[in-house]
């Protein structure tokens, strides 16, 4: 018998998060709360599973473009529904309402791997307010 090699992968490397684990149709998923916490564009996720979905024919709720370009000024939440797919709640840390104006300067200096105390207690200020 010929040794069987088996790799584990973290869910989140084709996608920032582990919309294709819970997206297979044997899950019968009714609602997704997706957090996007990272650096960056606070839709990058969101694009990425709805790209996902589309190329493997998986049902998504349909997202609207123009929402999508509030990258520097995003809102709290979206939802977004869809028939015969899961209805998604999507919640950018820095938005519009817990931290008006900061977004841009806060994911310019605080990147996932080197906050300094400083920049840490202002995420979570930003995450207290959300």
């Known amino acids: 018998m010929e040794d069987k090699i088996i790799s584990l992968i973290d869910a ?14 044997e899950r019968k998923v009714k609602l997704i709360l997706s957090f996007d916490y990272g650096p960056g ?7 990425q599973a709805v790209e996902y ?14 929402l999508l ?3 520097n000024n995003p809102s709290d ?12 709640m999507h919640f950018p ?13 806060l994911l310019l200096t605080c990147s996932s791997f080197t906050l300094t105390s400083t920049q840490l207690c202002m995420v979570f200020t930003g995450k207290a307010r959300n």
């Open 69 to 71: 370009r509030e990258e």
């Open 12 to 25: 989140g490397v084709a996608i920032n998060c582990a919309y294709p684990l819970i997206l297979c149709p």
């Open 77 to 88: 939440v979206y939802i977004f529904r869809g028939e015969n797919a899961p209805t998604v």
């Open 53 to 66: 979905c589309r190329q493997n024919s998986i049902p998504f709720p349909e997202v609207d473009e123009k």
């Open 41 to 47: 564009d606070p839709f990058k996720t969101l694009k």
């Open 93 to 105: 840390l820095f938005n519009k309402v817990n931290v008006p104006g900061k977004p841009p300067f």
